[in-house]
């Protein structure tokens, strides 16, 4: 199955901004390291390469199709929930359940691949929910039971189910024609819709905060986050939102606005949410496999959150 080339068109006007943009980043921070040697901006050069190294293979996958998107899809779930186990403590009695664990993740996108919206919405909530603690009660170990079947579901819900809400979006417009080699590249659309709301908001909070910043929500989970920057990202996204929607999504600009507004606050939860996480562990990233950012988690934290959001408002509202 592949998207009809012809109706991505607004796909591609949209990566081509953002190619201008990362290519601005690139020639300010490069004249930043030239004219003030004495600063170290290692750390932002080591960001906005990593940028153009996601951005490439994002737009690789959804030109390639929605198939590809969903296998790119699945080895960052896989990626997140190794991530996610590596970091939080489990019992050595659990060693095999994780197998178990693994597993939910071919089979969940397994079942977007076919266009199976029932079994993919109750696959995790509900079968893995109920499977995961029979496996674990007939290894014989009660101490810390609940401690580990909690961490466990989390995992799986944090990683595999919320993750794959953003799969399923390319093909969401095309459920009934998943057998046709050509669809529309409305789903891509989407999808590019959201991650790009979703990482731009996470951007902007961080400027509004540094620029405006003064009062603090959260200190003990996360220091720089401040009112002022949740506001101003908050605000930018539903703009940004706005001004999109009409060209990447069925949604009236107004819908869009409102879109937005719940984009931003939802990423601003996602992302103190892992944070809080990180904090109980004691750890600063949950990886360093993306340099400059940390691990696959810390990217997506905001979109664990966002993209259940927005996957169920466009599909009540539009399909």
């Given amino acids: 199955m592949f998207f009809d080339l012809s109706s991505l068109q607004p796909v591609t006007q949209v990566f081509g901004s953002l190619f201008v943009l990362l290519l601005v980043a690139t020639l300010v921070s490069f004249m930043l390291s030239r004219s003030k040697p004495q600063t170290d901006y290692s750390e932002l050069t080591q960001r906005i390469n990593s940028w153009w190294i996601m951005m490439g293979v994002f737009a690789l996958s959804l030109y390639m199709g929605p198939m590809v998107t969903i296998l790119m899809f699945a080895m960052l779930s896989f990626i997140?929930?190794?991530?996610?186990?590596?970091?939080?403590?489990?019992?050595?009695?659990?060693?095999?359940?994780?197998?178990?664990?693994?597993?939910?993740?071919?089979?969940?996108?397994?079942?977007?691949?076919?266009?199976?919206?029932?079994?993919?919405?109750?696959?995790?909530?509900?079968?893995?929910?109920?499977?995961?603690?029979?496996?674990?009660?007939?290894?014989?170990?009660?101490?810390?039971?609940?401690?580990?079947?909690?961490?466990?579901?989390?995992?799986?819900?944090?990683?595999?189910?919320?993750?794959?809400h953003l799969a399923y979006l390319v093909v969401l417009p095309n459920e009934a024609e998943v057998k046709n080699l050509m669809v529309s590249g409305s789903g891509a659309a989407l999808l590019l819709y959201l991650v790009l709301l979703t990482q731009l908001n996470d951007v902007s909070q961080y400027v509004w905060g540094k620029l405006f910043g003064k009062n603090k929500i959260a200190p003990a989970i996360s220091p720089n986050k401040t009112r002022e920057g949740l506001i101003g990202g908050v605000l930018t996204t539903g703009l940004?939102?706005?001004?999109?929607?009409?060209?990447?999504?069925?949604?009236?600009?107004?819908?869009?606005?409102?879109?937005?507004?719940?984009?931003?606050?939802?990423?601003?939860?996602?992302?103190?949410?892992?944070?809080?996480?990180?904090?109980?562990?004691?750890?600063?990233?949950?990886?360093?496999?993306?340099?400059?950012?940390?691990?696959?988690?810390?990217?997506?934290?905001?979109?664990?959150?966002?993209?259940?959001?927005?996957?169920?408002?466009?599909?009540?509202?539009?399909?």
């Fill in 80 to 164: 997140a929930l190794k991530e996610y186990f590596s970091m939080t403590p489990t019992r050595l009695v659990d060693r095999r359940v994780l197998f178990w664990a693994y597993l939910t993740i071919p089979l969940q996108y397994y079942f977007i691949s076919i266009g199976w919206y029932g079994m993919f919405i109750i696959f995790i909530p509900v079968y893995a929910f109920l499977f995961i603690p029979f496996r674990m009660v007939l290894a014989g170990e009660t101490k810390n039971y609940l401690r580990a079947v909690g961490n466990i579901h989390w995992g799986l819900m944090l990683t595999v189910f919320t993750l794959s």
């Fill in 240 to 319: 940004l939102a706005m001004a999109l929607a009409e060209t990447l999504t069925p949604m009236l600009w107004w819908h869009g606005l409102l879109v937005g507004l719940g984009i931003g606050m939802a990423g601003f939860i996602g992302d103190v949410s892992l944070s809080a996480i990180k904090r109980d562990i004691g750890i600063k990233d949950c990886g360093q496999l993306i340099p400059g950012h940390g691990g696959i988690l810390d990217r997506l934290d905001s979109l664990t959150f966002t993209a259940p959001l927005f996957f169920h408002v466009i599909r009540y509202c539009y399909y």
